[in-house]
């Protein structure tokens, strides 16, 4: 990340951050203070999910009041294919633009929005747009994504999400956790990034007050004292990869699984709207991005997901990451600590 963070300190373009989750946020966050951005830089936050949008407006709000220009953005499929999207989204990037004194063509991108077979929408018009750009992932897991249909490729293509994309040369760069889960990619020089990197005491407390409120305080201090081990659920009937029914029976399995090695506490992904039958003690209800959780220093024993990046990040002293083709495959395995 302090490769990244050196490329935007030396840009004199301002930048453009487009990012879809709390995890994206964070690590855009870090970039800015590590290369001391504010003043110069613009967050635009598309999500679908209601949780996500207010979240992400109260952190909006507070980054506004630090220098950063930010647009939340309502994603919707409906008004896409009528194509109001477009109308909303070119008068964001004007007022954007406009806000940060500069243009079309005069930005500098990093988006997060991306697979290997499309920049995802909106990132794809500020690409469109922008003058260079680099590429982060979505998180370790998205080298497993099976691949979408050629109807649904064509049909998002269609609309202006944009194929082979590594082709461009303005992308100076696509940056990646582990290059080996992205050997099947088609984009070549792929770069290593890393967000465990060392933040001053001041640089964490300015992430706390940032994406954690007083009552996700005492749940953090929580953890602190009380967990053995953390599970990380996943938005898998959201995207239709299961049934809700499914989705529950697999993490009532893992939770009682693993609760034989201690006590377990359940990170819900922000998109995952479930609501689980587990104690409600047991239940993290912060939309803070699971990674902070290592940043501030929080250890566990050991930390459980099922095709998560969350478990890389993990503080912790076992890792299982059960089957990471999981989206693929359908099925796991219990691992022994």
């Known amino acids: 990340m302090i490769k990244i963070a050196e490329i935007l300190r030396e840009r004199s373009d301002k930048i453009i951050f487009v990012c879809g989750s709390p995890y994206h946020i964070l690590i855009t966050v870090a970039l800015i203070m590590k290369a001391d951005l504010y003043g110069k830089c613009g967050l635009i936050l598309p999500a679908y999910a209601q949780k996500n949008i207010e979240y992400f407006k109260e952190i909006a709000l507070k980054m506004e009041q630090r220098g950063s220009v930010c647009k939340v953005i309502k994603k919707s499929v409906i008004r896409r294919i009528v194509g109001l999207c477009d109308i909303e989204n070119f008068a964001i990037m004007e007022r954007v633009l406009k806000?940060?004194?500069?243009?079309?063509?005069?930005?500098?991108?990093?988006?997060?929005?991306?697979?290997?077979a499309l920049v995802s929408y909106p990132a794809s018009l500020w690409f469109r747009y922008c003058k260079e750009s680099i590429f982060i992932?979505?998180?370790?897991?998205?080298?497993?994504?099976?691949?979408?249909?050629a109807f649904v490729l064509w049909l998002k293509c269609l609309y202006g999400n944009q194929k082979e994309?590594?082709?461009?040369?303005?992308?100076?760069g696509v940056y990646v956790q582990n290059k080996e889960l992205f050997s099947n990619?088609?984009?070549?020089?792929?770069?290593?990034?890393?967000?465990?990197?060392?933040?001053?005491q001041t640089e964490k407390q300015e992430l706390l007050d940032l994406f954690v409120d007083g009552q996700d305080r005492k749940e953090i201090e929580s953890l602190r004292k009380e967990a053995n081990g953390i599970l990380y659920t996943?938005?898998?009937?959201?995207?239709g990869y299961v049934k809700e029914e499914e989705?529950?029976?697999?993490?009532?399995?893992?939770?009682?699984?693993?609760?034989?090695?201690?006590?377990?506490?359940?990170?819900?992904h922000p998109r995952d709207t479930t609501q689980y039958d587990f104690p409600e003690e047991m239940i993290l209800k912060g939309n803070y991005p699971s990674?902070?959780?290592?940043?501030?220093?929080?250890?566990?024993?050991?930390a459980v997901g099922l095709c998560t990046?969350?478990?890389?990040?993990?503080?912790?002293?076992?890792?299982?990451?059960?089957?990471?083709?999981?989206?693929?495959?359908?099925?796991?395995?219990?691992?022994?600590?």
């Open 165 to 172: 994309f590594w082709k461009d040369d303005r992308l100076k």
């Open 291 to 302: 990674e902070l959780l290592n940043i501030l220093g929080v250890k566990f024993k050991f």
């Open 137 to 149: 992932e979505e998180g370790c897991a998205q080298s497993a994504l099976p691949d979408e249909k």
């Open 247 to 268: 989705k529950i029976r697999i993490y009532k399995e893992l939770a009682e699984y693993y609760a034989k090695y201690g006590k377990v506490f359940v990170k819900v």
């Open 309 to 337: 990046s969350a478990v890389e990040t993990a503080n912790a002293e076992t890792k299982i990451n059960l089957n990471e083709r999981f989206l693929s495959e359908l099925k796991y395995e219990l691992q022994e600590l």
């Open 234 to 239: 996943q938005p898998i009937s959201e995207d």
């Open 99 to 116: 806000e940060l004194r500069s243009q079309k063509r005069d930005f500098f991108l990093v988006n997060y929005m991306w697979n290997r």
């Open 185 to 200: 990619y088609p984009i070549p020089e792929l770069k290593q990034f890393t967000l465990n990197v060392d933040f001053s």
